[in-house]
């Protein structure tokens, strides 16, 4: 049997002399993995299909003990192009595909993920990076997975949070209040930064446009999400080194 699906492309590696191993997304199967034959050296049946961040009609067939389904052919349906427009965009496009795949893994449909991801490529495709679109994207990952932390009260005794500067923990799963030890903890965040960053999950999930955060909450909320996601991660994303390196605020 031929199954047939919209798919993301996460990632590709080169086996053999002409052959290609396929990771995808899809939101009727989840995360899938699959063998192209003769990929590299024939164009005829996936051409350019295969490129990381495409979204493609895939087409497989699973194999009764193998690990790897077989592909069968793929259409091209969105290449992507303004993804590669500079370094910044390519990694931060390349950053979320990670994500997706080493928090949820191969866990069966993911209809939620799917178009979370497809409204973060096609953002970046036409917008470019941002803070702004990074912090939206794992945010929203992070709930998705159920790691997101407490934000706008104390994760311990569940209380209100003081004004001005909150300890954040990640091995605490979010900010605490003074009594139950916030003000001795590393990580200090403005009160005002927590309620940006709990506004953005009461908004859509696929909603990229329209938001603009103050620098402070911009450079506070970056160290917030990255405590919270390493946490859960079994390593850390092959991207994040180069994207910790790229200044990816071009706001003024």
Same mark, same amino acid.
Request: proline content about 5%; glycine content about 10%; some cysteine.
């Given at each position: 049997?031929?199954?047939?699906?919209?798919?993301?492309?996460?990632?590709?590696?080169?086996?053999?002399?002409?052959?290609?191993?396929?990771?995808?997304?899809?939101?009727?199967?989840?995360?899938?993995?699959?063998?192209?034959?003769?990929?590299?050296?024939?164009?005829?049946?996936?051409?350019?299909?295969?490129?990381?961040?495409?979204?493609?009609?895939?087409?497989?067939?699973?194999?009764?003990?193998?690990?790897?389904?077989?592909?069968?052919?793929?259409?091209?349906?969105?290449?992507?192009? $303004? +993804?590669?427009?500079?370094?910044?965009? @390519? /990694? !931060?496009? #390349?950053? %979320?595909?990670? *994500?997706?795949?080493? &928090?949820?893994?191969?866990?069966?449909?993911?209809?939620?993920?799917?178009?979370?991801?497809?409204?973060?490529?096609?953002?970046?495709?036409?917008?470019?990076?941002?803070?702004?679109?990074?912090?939206?994207?794992?945010?929203?990952?992070?709930?998705?997975?159920?790691?997101?932390?407490?934000?706008?009260?104390?994760?311990?005794?569940?209380?209100?949070?003081?004004?001005?500067?909150?300890?954040?923990?990640?091995?605490?799963?979010?900010?605490?209040?003074?009594?139950?030890?916030?003000? $001795? +903890?590393?990580?200090?965040?403005?009160? @005002? /930064? !927590?309620? #940006?960053? %709990?506004?953005? *999950?009461?908004?859509? &999930?696929?909603?990229?446009?329209?938001?603009?955060?103050?620098?402070?909450?911009?450079?506070?909320?970056?160290?917030?999400?990255?405590?919270?996601?390493?946490?859960?991660?079994?390593?850390?994303?092959?991207?994040?080194?180069?994207?910790?390196?790229?200044?990816?605020?071009?706001?003024?």
């Amino acid at each position: 049997m031929i199954h047939a699906a919209t798919a993301i492309i996460l990632r590709h590696s080169d086996y053999g002399e002409a052959d290609r191993i396929v990771s995808f997304l899809t939101a009727e199967h989840g995360h899938i993995k699959g063998f192209a034959r003769s990929a590299r050296s024939s164009r005829r049946r996936f051409g350019a299909a295969l490129e990381p961040l495409a979204e493609v009609g895939m087409h497989w067939k699973v194999r009764p003990g193998r690990e790897l389904v077989d592909l069968r052919e793929a259409d091209l349906i969105n290449l992507h192009h $303004g +993804l590669r427009r500079d370094l910044p965009t @390519l /990694t !931060l496009a #390349s950053y %979320g595909c990670e *994500l997706a795949e080493l &928090l949820f893994g191969e866990s069966g449909p993911a209809p939620e993920l799917f178009a979370l991801l497809q409204a973060f490529l096609n953002h970046l495709d036409v917008e470019g990076s941002s803070v702004e679109a990074r912090l939206l994207f794992e945010l929203r990952i992070l709930e998705l997975a159920g790691y997101v932390p407490h934000l706008q009260h104390c994760a311990a005794c569940f209380g209100p949070l003081p004004e001005g500067a909150v300890g954040f923990s990640a091995a605490s799963n979010g900010s605490l209040c003074p009594a139950c030890g916030g003000d $001795g +903890l590393q990580i200090q965040v403005d009160r @005002l /930064t !927590l309620g #940006s960053l %709990g506004r953005i *999950l009461r908004t859509p &999930l696929t909603s990229f446009t329209g938001f603009r955060l103050s620098p402070r909450s911009r450079s506070e909320g970056q160290m917030v999400l990255a405590e919270a996601i390493a946490r859960h991660l079994s390593r850390p994303p092959k991207s994040l080194t180069l994207l910790a390196s790229l200044i990816l605020d071009r706001q003024h």
